[in-house]
């Protein structure tokens, strides 16, 4: 099967695919998806045998290991800044545009978009208020390591996300990233912020790493660690 499907609580499943994870979302009307997966192509498959309900798909981000199911779907949730580097990867479909303050109301259960830039120009959080819980998708993870070198990587953009969501930790109790350690505290949003600035003023030794064909540095900071430019 290559995939592991766990309950988070009765509306709520992850689906762990490899290294990382997408998850499936129910209301009393809709079904979301929260990412395709990065080596199953039939997400939308391992969702109709969870729920009976109409399912969508939003990506937290277009970098390949979260696009995997996408061809599944003629159209799908995404920031539009997500665009280039989805249209690169040749999958097919219709990006819906959400950003900044956009709800998806599955019925009982409403989802709100958080921008969350650097990373990706255009990742986003997606805030369940039911439940209290912030699915992160990458930028914030524990005991796993963040991607920040390319081209469309900003390590100013993602200290200033990090800066506002910690402004919001009161609305969610825990946070759920798509790989490493689930769930993680609220605290961690002010350790990854404080753990960048540190980076940005020499304050952490980098080692030095070949990964994807490009020269990076890889910044342990004792909980995660930042993949940078050199």
Not at 118 to 139: F, Q, Y
Request: net charge negative; aromatic share 6%.
């Amino acid at each position: 099967m290559g995939y592991e499907i766990i309950q988070m609580n009765a509306n709520t499943w992850q689906i762990l695919d490899g290294g990382v994870r997408f998850f499936l979302l129910t209301g009393t009307e809709k079904a979301l998806l929260i990412d395709s997966g990065m080596m199953v192509t039939n997400a939308r498959d391992i969702a109709a045998g969870l729920t009976d309900l109409p399912v969508s798909l939003l990506n937290t981000h277009a970098d390949i290991d979260h696009i995997g199911s996408n061809g599944q779907f003629e159209s799908f949730y995404m920031h539009p800044l997500e665009e280039p580097v989805y249209r690169r990867s040749r999958k097919p479909g219709t990006i819906i545009p959400v950003q900044e303050g956009d709800i998806i109301d599955l019925g009982d259960r409403k989802l709100e978009i958080i921008d969350l830039p650097g990373h990706t120009p255009g990742s986003i959080a997606i805030l369940d208020k039911e439940n209290r819980v912030l699915i992160s998708g990458d930028p914030i993870q524990r005991h796993g390591r963040v991607f920040m070198f390319g081209s469309h990587r900003n390590m100013d953009a993602y200290i200033k996300s990090l800066e506002s969501l910690d402004k919001r930790k009161d609305e969610f109790d825990e946070i759920w990233p798509s790989h490493a350690d689930i769930p993680v505290s609220t605290d961690t949003i002010r350790m990854l912020h404080d753990g960048a600035l540190d980076i940005l003023a020499g304050k952490v030794k980098g080692s030095p790493e070949e990964m994807h064909g490009q020269s990076i540095m890889a910044y342990d900071l004792g909980f995660c660690t930042l993949l940078c430019d050199r």
